[in-house]
């Protein structure tokens, strides 16, 4: 019998939230889209997440079978490093709002560790299994920039609650190694489920009409995509363009606003001021998630220069909508882009490496073509209906080994 109901816990991230400004990004999205698909597949998903500033209606129903429910746990407008101090109240709120609906789960899944910490004590409660996506972990982020601090209690917990999980739902190979190497985890426990993409909303346009749309000329167009914080790298992505013989022909756009007031805008301002490329960069803001298709099929390449990415939605969204990608060669990004058939994977912080696939891109319409073509081809195999079909196969699976394990006794 397949899964019928699950609770998902996602504590900070709001999947009504509109992902490309503050923290809100690739949770945010993965998080509704994937809970949309499941819904699609006449399973019930309960969304828990704590009660925000912007909040219109505590229980918000977002799509068949799917609800979003905000729970009361402390202020509103709580730091993201307050939260875990909050997390016992918010998980007394799940139980009452449990309690007072007569709500039963066959399943608990919860994103990010502070999410973690909750599903292990509802799923353990409720005698269920308790399902994992970590999304990012701390100790990957600390060794891949200098200068990341995370605070301490995260992987603590992080690694409590791999010890405890019943699944845990890893995005790449890497992501899974990581965690054997550097928390312990059980590799046999850990599933690779990736995320999924929007295919109807991320499409192959005709890139001549959006670009007049846009109101964009002939330039050639690298864009970037994603929230603006240090981790994302668009200090390489200035210096891609700074080494590219053909700089002065090409517009650098930065869609999505800064994490921390304007901090990292003004640096990458800056760094462009001192390579002569100010007015070659424009930052754009945040953009409407279902607008994104127009800028993806605007740009002539994608850049990614993240020091670190668990997958790269971005990558994925503009792979779908048939725009090459050059990124770094880590993490999720190294599983979904194929180095030379969808676009290319450059070593970490190498502007050279960059700047010359770039250029070849830009110079050659026919390899534009050709890369964007396979890079939609490999995006369709990345829908949410696949990606929700993979993790309904995770819970059935779990849900009757539960029984099994069960009628042992
Ligand atoms: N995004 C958006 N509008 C913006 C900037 C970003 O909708 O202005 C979305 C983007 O489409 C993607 C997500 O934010 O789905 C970013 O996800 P990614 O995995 O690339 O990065 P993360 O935010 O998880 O670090």
Same mark, same amino acid.
């Given at each position: ?14 999947? *009504? ?14 998080? !509704? ?16 997440? !704590? &009660?925000?500033? /912007? ?8 799509? =068949? ?22 997390? =016992? &109240? ?6 009452? %709002? ?23 004590? @509802?799923?353990?409660?409720?005698? $269920?299994?308790?399902?994992?996506? %970590? ?9 891949? !920039? ?57 499409? =192959?346009?005709?890139?001549?009409? $959006?670009?007049?749309?846009?109101? @964009?000329?002939? &330039? ?7 929230? $603006?914080? =240090? ?26 606003? /800064? ?19 100010? /007015?070659?960069?424009? %930052? $754009? ?68 490496? %960059? ?11 026919? *390899? ?8 939609? #081809? ?29 009628? #042992?006794?």
């Amino acid at each position: 019998m397949s899964v019928g109901r699950a609770a998902f816990i996602t504590l900070h991230a709001c999947p *009504l939230a509109a992902p490309g400004q503050g923290k809100s990004g690739g949770m945010n999205v993965y998080v !509704r889209q994937l809970a949309a698909a499941l819904g699609d597949m006449e399973m019930k998903i309960d969304i828990f997440t !704590r &009660e925000h500033a /912007d909040v219109a209606n505590r229980i918000e129903t977002i799509g =068949p079978n799917v609800r979003v429910i905000h729970l009361k746990a402390g202020e509103p407008d709580a730091h993201l490093e307050d939260l875990y101090a909050l997390l =016992p &109240e918010f998980l007394a709120q799940l139980n009452v %709002f449990r309690e007072e609906e007569g709500l039963e789960y066959d399943v608990v899944h919860s994103h990010y560790w502070l999410s973690g910490w909750v599903g292990s004590r @509802l799923a353990e409660a409720m005698a $269920v299994p308790h399902v994992v996506t %970590f999304h990012t972990l701390s100790l990957i982020k600390m060794q891949s !920039r200098a200068g990341e601090v995370e605070q301490s209690e995260r992987p603590v917990v992080e690694a409590e609650v791999m010890a405890s999980a019943d699944r845990i739902i890893a995005f790449s190979p890497h992501e899974k190694d990581a965690m054997s190497r550097l928390y312990n985890a059980d590799a046999g426990k850990v599933s690779l489920v990736p995320c999924g993409v929007d295919l109807s909303v991320f499409r =192959p346009l005709d890139q001549k009409a $959006v670009r007049d749309r846009l109101g @964009l000329n002939g &330039e050639k167009i690298l864009l970037y995509v994603g929230r $603006v914080e =240090p981790l994302k790298g668009l200090d390489l992505l200035v210096e891609t363009a700074d080494q590219m013989d053909s700089e002065g022909g090409v517009r650098l756009m930065v869609v999505g606003a /800064d994490v921390n007031g304007d901090r990292e805008i003004d640096r990458v301002k800056q760094l462009a001021k001192e390579r002569d490329l100010e /007015d070659q960069i424009e %930052f $754009v803001g945040q953009v409407d998630h279902n607008e994104l298709p127009l800028y993806y099929n605007a740009a002539d390449v994608c850049v990614v220069p993240s020091y670190y990415e668990s997958f790269g939605l971005v990558a994925l969204e503009s792979m779908a909508c048939g725009t090459p990608v050059v990124a770094t060669r880590v993490g999720g990004l190294s599983t979904i882009i194929q180095h030379g058939r969808t676009g290319y994977l450059k070593p970490w912080r190498c502007p050279d490496a %960059f700047a010359n696939s770039v250029e070849m891109i830009i110079a050659n319409d026919g *390899l534009q073509q050709s890369l964007g073509a396979a890079a939609r #081809k490999r995006a369709e195999g990345m829908g949410w209906d696949n990606v929700a079909a993979m993790m309904l196969e995770e819970y059935d699976m779990l849900t009757g080994q539960h029984a099994s394990d069960d009628n #042992k006794y």
